[in-house]
């Protein structure tokens, strides 16, 4: 049956429109990106379909700018490749560079899209004229093909022309850390007070970002071992999704072989909370846990259903050649005032903290391994496991402190990974505008060798400032234990300010 030569026609007008729009995505998606310097950032843009037009600016780890500067399926990514550290460190130091840095921010940027934006018409023009011709092999037919697809990039093109909004730069869209600038306050009201605004803030996120990487670069080098083992601890992230953000990059970007998180986090410890955990998948390491007192029993076996999760209660497992054991928090206590308290709750930790001493002694003396370190949420009452053990990781309170017992047993509290999330206390310092900082700590082990097990030396990163739009590493080196105590370390925060 001979098909009627309108529709036949009509057939061919589509087979070329798909070989058209299949051979300009096959261009438009191997077009280079244009890349330019930002300060001591290199910066990577591209031009991209998107079904979400607008305009991101990708600052990691602080967060990313958008702007909904037009309506064409088309978006434009920009992402930082890499840091010049000598520069960074200069910027770093220099507030004449800053302002240099905030006038020339915008120009550099709008430089970029343009080259990025021809880069990738070109390619999808020229995706077109190959495929075409691979599929046609016919002048006539490549023409056509070509000439429709310029028309197709002008029209692209026109189309974000006309629904451009340049006003759209002074009404940025901050997510992740950025959300929280201290300029978002509403403080600026004109349009030309917020863009000014928005110019400054860039070059404060440009310095948070060099910081990172020039603190990185100057830390101390690790002591001598026969390789060394990095783990992240973690602790109280209260269902803040920047905390298992945060928790990702540095895992990534450290190369943690484990990562130890000390509890709470969530808030309330409800079934509902546990979709929050899926990010501990995400993690390619293993994740090794124990119960705060806003986890539930519930909580615990959601974290437990990670295949990467090793949850500890009442048990010793030897995780990245470190040998691990923790108990759970002995209360569940998701509203302030519910439980024992004072030195009830102190009597409570210490009778858990036994059982936990039990557990140890019971599996050196079956193993004759060494438990390397303890992990409990709440270090109120540690005694049973001081001179037990090298080492303690904790939580609970919020802030950190960092000391070695008279027995030799050194004991880390981490803060709060997630700035005490959602909860009580995390958000009456973001209420009063005194947002608590995100921490974590790298703690880097002796692998093999005399010190095996040993804590070498450890990384307090802390991402907080003004808005939480710095990022800072500071490295200790911690010395072979010895008969007297060391001299106790503490955060400068105030116990009397946290709420647990």
Do not use: C
Request: glycine share 10%.
């Amino acid at each position: 049956m001979t098909l009627p030569t309108r529709v036949r026609r009509g057939l061919r007008s589509l087979a070329l429109a798909a070989v058209l729009v299949a051979g300009g995505a096959t261009g438009w998606a191997l077009a280079p990106p244009a890349s330019t310097y930002l300060g001591p950032l290199e910066l990577e843009v591209e031009v991209v379909p998107s079904l979400h037009p607008g305009a991101a600016v990708q600052l990691p780890p602080v967060g990313e700018v958008q702007f909904a500067t037009h309506q064409a399926p088309v978006a434009v990514n920009a992402s930082v490749t890499s840091v010049d550290l000598d520069s960074a460190e200069a910027l770093v130091d220099s507030p004449q560079g800053l302002l240099a840095l905030q006038v020339a921010a915008p120009q550099v940027l709008r430089d970029v899209v343009t080259r990025a934006a021809l880069s990738a018409a070109a390619s999808a023009l020229l995706g077109v004229l190959v495929v075409t011709a691979l599929v046609y092999r016919r002048p006539r037919t490549v023409l056509r093909a070509g000439s429709g697809g310029l028309v197709a990039v002008l029209a692209l093109g026109g189309i974000t022309a006309l629904t451009a909004d340049p006003a759209a730069l002074q009404q940025p869209r901050f997510t992740g850390l950025l959300s929280r600038a201290p300029y978002l306050a509403g403080a600026t009201t004109g349009a030309l007070d917020r863009l000014e605004s928005y110019r400054s803030g860039l070059a404060d996120f440009v310095s948070a970002v060099s910081t990172l990487y020039t603190t990185a670069d100057r830390v101390p080098i690790l002591p001598a071992a026969d390789g060394v083992t990095t783990v992240l601890h973690v602790s109280d992230i209260h269902l803040n999704p920047l905390g298992l953000d945060v928790t990702q990059r540095l895992v990534d970007q450290f190369g943690a072989a484990a990562v130890v998180d000390t509890g709470d986090i969530t808030t309330w410890g409800t079934p509902v909370e546990s979709t929050f955990l899926d990010g501990i998948g995400d993690i390619d390491v293993p994740y090794v846990f124990v119960r705060g007192n806003h986890d539930s029993r519930v909580t615990q076996a959601a974290v437990a259903e990670h295949p990467n999760a090793v949850v500890l209660d009442g048990d010793v497992a030897k995780v990245a050649g470190l040998t691990f054991a923790g108990i759970g928090d002995p209360q569940f206590t998701p509203e302030e005032g519910q439980g024992a308290g004072g030195q009830e709750r102190r009597e409570v930790v210490g009778r858990s903290v036994e059982r936990l001493a039990e557990v140890i002694e019971g599996y050196e003396r079956r193993t004759d391994d060494r438990v390397d370190v303890a992990l409990v949420h709440d270090p109120s009452n540690l005694d049973a496991v001081l001179g037990r053990v090298p080492l303690v990781l904790a939580g609970h309170y919020h802030y950190r402190v960092v000391r070695r017992d008279d027995t030799g047993t050194q004991v880390m509290v981490q803060g709060s990974t997630g700035g005490a999330g959602l909860s009580a206390a995390g958000l009456r310092r973001l209420e009063d505008g005194e947002p608590l900082p995100l921490t974590a700590t790298l703690l880097h082990f002796a692998a093999e060798g005399e010190r095996a097990g040993e804590l070498l030396a450890f990384d307090e990163v802390t991402v907080g400032g003004l808005g939480l739009t710095s990022v800072t590493v500071e490295r200790t080196v911690v010395d072979p234990p010895a008969a007297d105590a060391a001299e106790p370390v503490t955060a400068p925060t105030s116990p009397a300010s946290v709420g647990r």
